[in-house]
């Protein structure tokens, strides 16, 4: 009997700064997609430059000090960190250069489609893509 594959999930800035600022209901939704994660064999994906995007985010709002701190955090979830090589970064470039959406989230976008994987967002300008990609929609309040 053949063992059916675990959904690939890929996380853009928008659902990890949802759960690190714990923005409900999208901060639950991902919080339990990493209690139900094997460490050992993880099927969440993230890549470096959206990695970089959160980075850069807590940097601004509460400093390069704790941007650091959840870093060191996010490394010890159970996510496969994504680094771009030339292919990812051309195809990344070719969805940009097709749809309106931001260079970092071509990245989300092109690494979902190489992996068939689904995408786990808020953000409006992925989930419009939701004829060339998987997403589930995350919602916030504000």
Not at 42 to 60: D, K, M, T
Not at 84 to 103: C, G, M
Request: overall charge positive; proline content about 4%; glycine content about 4%.
């Amino acid at each position: 009997m053949q063992k059916k594959s675990k959904m690939k999930v890929v996380l853009d800035a928008w659902a990890l700064l949802a759960l690190i600022f714990k923005e409900e209901p999208a901060a639950g939704k991902v919080k339990d997609l990493f209690d139900k994660e094997e460490k050992s064999r993880p099927s969440i994906y993230i890549s470096w430059i959206n990695l970089g995007e959160v980075y850069y985010n807590i940097a601004r709002r509460k400093g390069l000090t704790a941007a650091d701190a959840v870093l060191n955090d996010i490394h010890m979830l159970p996510i496969r960190f994504q680094v771009p090589s030339k292919v990812d970064i051309l195809a990344a470039a070719t969805i940009k250069s097709k749809h309106k959406l931001s260079y970092a989230d071509a990245f989300v976008v092109s690494l979902a489609q190489k992996i068939e994987g689904t995408i786990m967002t808020g953000d409006p300008e992925i989930i419009l893509l939701k004829d060339l990609v998987n997403v589930e929609k995350l919602l916030r309040s504000r």
